[in-house]
């Protein structure tokens, strides 16, 4: 833990310097944030939101991140020193488990609920479970956030990992809009599964919301904003 911490403060001011410079970032909160350990549920258009949502937290967070970029050379070490989670097909539970001993150790995780990147043509994925699991087991608020960005500067990346090959979204500048809610509570049996289900609805519906919040703002014009200026 000693080493994450170290490289935590010392990767932070690099990516908080890079969103500040490169990115357009517009960034609101619903509310102030609670005190101790939190979950933070972003939707996912681009591979690059991790970093620019962790920036925007603020506090040391673990990511709970696609175990195929734990193989890419470089940035798989830096996740793994890092301390992020690699989520690994058919072994959810793992991450899960591991989400929940940072939490009890009263320290954030960011987790994407959709599990994937967003669609590319727009819209959202349906939620996976896994958000809704480590809520109700861990008792920690979540915070939904919800992203919008200038989708015509995204550029898609085609890659081989492991030999298998994958494309990635990256958003290297442009306007950025984030979106992060009011903190959301939720108790009861996390092997309930229908509970499970409204719990991962819930949580998404929120995201979607803010999303669309996200994108007004980044969308309006000088003529709109005038407009609401002498409202």
Known sequence: MVSEKLLYWASKPV??????VMLDLDVERRSALPRGAKIFAPNHPTTTDPFFVAAMVGEQSFILINNLLFQVQVLG????RAGHIPVKAGEGQQAIDRALEYLEKGYNIIIFPEGA??????????PKTGVARIALASGAPVIPVGIHLDKSRVHTVRSTVKGQVEYGRWYLRGPYAMTAGAPLYFHGDPEDREL???????????????????????????????TLASA
């Open 15 to 20: 990516v908080k310097t890079y969103s500040n």
């Open 77 to 80: 070490t830096y996740l793994r």
């Open 117 to 126: 990147l967003s669609p590319e043509e727009g819209g959202f994925c349906k």
């Open 196 to 226: 499970v289900r409204s719990v991962s609805n819930t949580v998404m519906h929120h995201i979607i919301e803010l999303a669309r919040e996200s994108e007004i703002r980044l969308t309006r014009t000088p003529d709109a904003l005038g």
